[in-house]
């Protein structure tokens, strides 16, 4: 037996001195309970008989003792050695587990031993509430028997190789104070080196800035749910929660804190908003630059403080721009019918920032000559009504005849009540029988000028002013107009034109992702709900859904996404539309709502138009409106381009498509991508977010060397007028773009649509001069339009076809049947109908109209378009136009 001893010993400390107290560097989520290598002096285990398990010292590598217990009697049958540890406190866990380093002899290798040498040794655990003294064998509970297995270290012993194998075992449930491990030997050969047991829990941790405390892990495999606490400076925003699993590790974090208003997260912690910023809200993500015209002095701020002169409406969202009051309404018009008096006006130069400007009017009844004012009192009727008027225009009726009467007009905003008194407003002086425009300003001395001046003289000072204005203003425009500024506007400085903003492109930021931070706000993901689909753009769907806002308030948004697999290229493109779209404020622009950065799908978040695209929406809704209503909404689409323009914005993508409708029919700018035309990309020049220019909607110097200007938007806008009044016709119908742009030179122009207004025509007309310094600029458009909706009567006149019928449209268009003709424009499927009417030749359908098609069965509104509008154009341009 002596040689198995000294081996044995041997195996030890050549086991030790190879890797031996490292062994002891145990992963952070495991609590060592008991460690025999960490013992320097007696175990104190209990071992029974005496021959059997025998505690031994061996020396580890800095040549400290350590202790291990060996037994070896395979020489004898019926050997049951065992060896008990000390009690061990059970700290709380309910599963522990017990890693056992040993070896052991395999009985092949020891010369002469009888059958009865054993391989194996039992493991046994006692549960008691404190120490005992004895233990009867059969209380134990049985964890396992243990064999050498795979997972061994090999350690060479002279000429032999032995193995150090390492098995770990847990026990479940566990709930008394503590307990004992047993080992029982059955006649092996083995030296058990070293005895760990530990407990797993999962370490402190912080997460969605809440912590959740160290956990000790379950008895079993369940997890344990812990809750977390917020960390300072933050809120609740929904309960935080999350799972220790029986491994020590955190699982399904539900629920988050955010930093409170007036800090943000940093480093899972809070830290407030450095001066010049803001927090106003926990649910909002980050702390935001102040915006224009308000600053914050001390850190941690949750507001921006308006500076002096500038205003914030209780209702304001913190994140707009401090406004001041409207300046005063100008250039009134007032027109007198009897006792009857109707006054339009121009909206204030100046609307302080705001777009929720309106109006109040009040009436004062004046004896003499305007001397001795009195409010008009109960008897006056106001139309549509007299305070908060949206629209500058009011009727007032039920006047006395042969009355003095002075109207002043103030216009005031959402924060005009914080204003300074009294307000700016403008006077107008009437008597019921004649009307004239006295004066702006202070209302005093607007008496004072009325009374020492006659009306006519009055008249024609009115007139030199608007002249001198109206010189002033086309001077403006002249000089918006001069090439160096439209060259350095290209150059996108901030060129700050007085009493306007200038868009800002996001090529002049080095850091595209910092045009986006300055232009859009990022919203927390979470907030969104996505609903449904609602079409494609060029990078991802567009869905519908809603976003919750700071107030709790719930709004319905469009939701474009960027597909997975995007290059940093193209994600740069896709937020270069929020980088632009979060410049503009104004109510015919779509407006952005904000942007998700953080995490993935990237998404630009903007207000949902009901009523989708505009080319769509007419053509679902062929011949259904009033004229006035698509004025109306082509005005809307003018005032919006006039902003554009007035910012030094050239959209140069202005379709039908890409203006939006909401449920108001209110028509909105939008598609403000910048993957489009680079004017100072060459190879660039042909390509566009569909491939290539938008021929059909394109001026012509656009298309031949690339200038584009806010002049040749306005003649993509005459073709949208087109759009508009023909329902969604496509603009030159089947033309080829070659033969546009060749038609276009020859100085083709589109036709009337049916039953479109004369004046409409000739501004799309306007519209499509050929030198661009002739074309309208929107702000003409804009009044223009308000003008015909102000006096629907000129609508009235309707472009008729007569002058068109003068030339041979069988040589002219190239196509000299009835049939050849259907198949060129696509309408073969009518050629019965056409036959059994009695058309059968060319010359027969010139004279065709909307009550033959009807009576032919041709009823669709925008195929009787189609067809007369092809005939028309026959008529006009023959061959130039291939339909
Ligand atoms: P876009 O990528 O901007 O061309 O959008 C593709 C399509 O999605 C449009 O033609 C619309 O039908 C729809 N869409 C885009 N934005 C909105 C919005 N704000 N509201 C409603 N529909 C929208």
Same mark, same amino acid.
């Given at each position: 037996m002596a040689f198995l001893w000294i081996s044995l010993g041997s195996i030890a400390t050549l086991c030790c001195a190879h890797s031996s107290r490292s062994w002891r560097s145990h992963p952070a989520n495991e609590v060592t309970m008991l460690d025999s290598m960490s013992a320097f002096g007696d175990l104190g285990w209990v071992a029974y008989p005496p021959e059997g398990w025998e505690e031994i010292s061996i020396m580890d590598e800095r040549n400290t003792p350590m202790r291990t217990y060996q037994v070896c009697n395979v020489m004898e049958a019926n050997q049951n050695n065992w060896l008990r540890t000390s009690w061990i406190p059970r700290d709380g866990a309910q599963r522990v587990y017990i890693e056992i380093k040993f070896t052991l002899r395999d009985c092949n290798s020891l010369p002469g031993v009888p059958g009865t040498c054993k391989e194996t040794f039992n493991m046994y655990y006692y549960e008691s509430n404190g120490k005992l003294w004895f233990i009867k064998e059969s209380q134990y509970r049985k964890i396992d028997t243990i064999a050498a297995d795979e997972s061994f270290t090999h350690v060479d012993v002279g000429d032999r190789v032995m193995k150090l194998n390492t098995e770990v075992r847990g026990i479940n449930n566990l709930s008394?104070?503590?307990?004992?491990?047993?080992?029982?030997?059955?006649?092996?050969?083995?030296?058990?080196?070293?005895?760990?047991?530990?407990?797993?829990?999962?370490?402190?941790?912080?997460?969605s800035l809440a912590q959740f405390q160290d956990t000790v892990t379950g008895g079993d495999s369940a997890l344990v749910e812990v809750q977390g606490s917020c960390v300072n400076n933050?809120?609740?925003?929904?309960?935080?929660?999350?799972?220790?699993?029986?491994?020590?590790?955190?699982?399904?974090?539900?629920?988050?804190?955010?930093?409170?208003a007036g800090y943000e997260e940093k480093d899972d912690s809070c830290q407030p908003c450095p001066p010049g910023f803001y927090k106003a809200a926990a649910s909002d993500p980050s702390c935001s630059k102040c915006p224009p015209h308000s600053s914050s002095q001390r850190e941690g701020s949750t507001e921006c403080r308006c500076e002096s002169g500038f205003y914030r409406a209780a209702r304001d969202p913190k994140a707009m721009a401090c406004t001041k009051p409207p300046s005063a309404p100008e250039n009134p018009i007032s027109t007198i019918n009897e006792t009857s008096i109707t006054i339009d006006w121009r909206s204030p130069r100046d609307g302080g920032g705001r777009g929720d400007v309106f109006y109040n009017v009040h009436c004062h009844r004046c004896l003499g000559e305007w001397r001795e004012c009195?409010?008009?009192?109960?008897?006056?009727?106001?139309?549509?009504?007299?305070?908060?008027?949206?629209?500058?225009?009011?009727?007032?009726?039920?006047?006395?005849?042969?009355?003095?009467y002075t109207f002043d007009i103030e216009a005031l905003s959402g924060i005009s009540e914080l204003g300074p008194i009294p307000r700016q407003f403008i006077s107008v002086k009437v008597t019921t029988s004649q009307a004239d425009i006295v004066a702006i300003g202070d209302p005093d001395q607007a008496t004072m000028l009325a009374v020492s001046v006659s009306g006519g003289i009055i008249i024609l000072l009115f007139l030199v002013v608007c002249f001198v204005v109206s010189r002033r203003h086309c001077g403006y425009i002249k000089a918006k107009q001069d090439p160096d500024e439209e060259k350095m506007h290209f150059q996108h400085r901030r060129v700050k034109l007085p009493g306007s903003r200038t868009y800002i492109h996001p090529h002049t930021y080095e850091d595209p992702n910092q045009a986006v931070h300055d232009f859009a706000k990022e919203i927390d993901a979470s907030c969104i709900r996505i609903e449904r689909v609602i079409g494609a753009g060029e990078f991802g769907e567009v869905c519908s859904g809603r976003l919750m806002l700071a107030s709790n308030k719930e709004i319905?948004?469009?939701?474009?996404?960027?597909?997975?697999?995007?290059?940093?290229?193209?994600?740069?493109?896709?937020?270069?539309?929020?980088?632009?779209?979060?410049?503009?404020?104004?109510?015919?622009?779509?407006?952005l709502e904000g942007v998700v950065t953080t995490c993935k799908p990237v998404m630009i978040i903007t207000e949902f138009m009901e009523n989708g695209s505009l080319d769509s929406f007419l053509k679902k809704h062929d011949g259904q409106f009033?004229?006035?209503?698509?004025?109306?909404?082509?005005?809307?689409?003018?005032?919006?381009?006039?902003?554009?323009?007035?910012?030094?914005? !050239?959209?140069?993508?202005?379709?039908?498509?890409?203006?939006?409708?909401?449920?108001?029919? +209110?028509? @909105?700018?939008? *598609?403000? /991508?910048?993957?489009?035309?680079?004017?100072?990309?060459?190879?660039?020049?042909?390509?566009?977010?569909?491939?290539?220019?938008?021929?059909?909607?394109?001026?012509?110097?656009?298309?031949?060397?690339?200038?584009?200007?806010?002049?040749?938007?306005?003649?993509?806008?005459?073709?949208?007028?087109?759009? !508009?009044?023909?329902?969604?016709?496509?603009?030159?119908?089947?033309?080829?773009?070659?033969? +546009?742009? @060749?038609?276009? *030179?020859? /100085?083709?122009?589109?036709?009337?649509?049916?039953d479109c207004p004369v004046v409409l025509h000739q501004l799309m007309l306007d519209c499509w001069q050929k030198s661009r310094s002739d074309r309208p600029k929107f702000g003409q458009i804009v009044t223009i339009l308000d003008k015909l909706i102000r006096c629907p009567s000129s609508l009235e006149q309707l472009s008729n076809s007569s002058s068109w019928q003068d030339s041979s449209m069988q040589e002219a268009f190239g196509v000299t049947t009835l049939e050849e003709w259907l198949k060129a424009i696509k309408m073969t499927q009518y050629q019965d109908n056409f036959t059994a009417a009695g058309y059968v030749t060319l010359d027969a359908v010139m004279h065709l109209n909307n009550s033959e098609l009807n009576k032919m069965g041709i009823t669709q509104v925008s195929q009787q378009k189609k067809i007369l509008g092809s005939i028309q154009s026959l008529h006009v341009h023959g061959s130039q136009v291939h339909v």
């Open positions: 008394k104070k503590g307990f004992y491990l047993a080992f029982q030997d059955v006649g092996a050969c083995i030296a058990l080196v070293s005895v760990r047991v530990f407990y797993k829990r999962c370490p402190l941790t912080i997460r933050s809120v609740e925003l929904d309960s935080p929660k999350m799972y220790c699993n029986a491994d020590g590790g955190w699982l399904v974090p539900i629920g988050r804190c955010a930093c409170m009195s409010p008009c009192g109960g008897r006056v009727r106001y139309i549509p009504r007299q305070l908060g008027l949206i629209h500058p225009r009011i009727l007032v009726t039920d006047l006395l005849p042969h009355t003095n319905c948004v469009a939701i474009k996404s960027l597909k997975a697999g995007y290059s940093e290229k193209q994600r740069c493109d896709f937020l270069s539309e929020a980088s632009i779209m979060g410049q503009f404020e104004h109510p015919n622009i779509i407006r009033a004229v006035i209503q698509l004025v109306g909404m082509l005005r809307g689409i003018a005032s919006g381009m006039k902003y554009l323009s007035d910012m030094n914005y !050239v959209h140069r993508d202005l379709a039908a498509r890409n203006i939006l409708v909401n449920s108001s029919l +209110v028509c @909105k700018v939008s *598609d403000f /991508g910048l993957s489009r035309v680079l004017e100072d990309d060459p190879e660039a020049a042909y390509t566009t977010r569909g491939g290539k220019i938008p021929i059909r909607w394109t001026a012509p110097e656009a298309i031949a060397y690339l200038k584009f200007t806010s002049a040749s938007d306005a003649w993509s806008y005459g073709i949208v007028m087109w759009e !508009v009044i023909s329902y969604g016709e496509r603009p030159y119908w089947e033309m080829s773009n070659q033969d +546009v742009i @060749k038609a276009i *030179d020859e /100085g083709y122009r589109l036709p009337p649509p049916m």
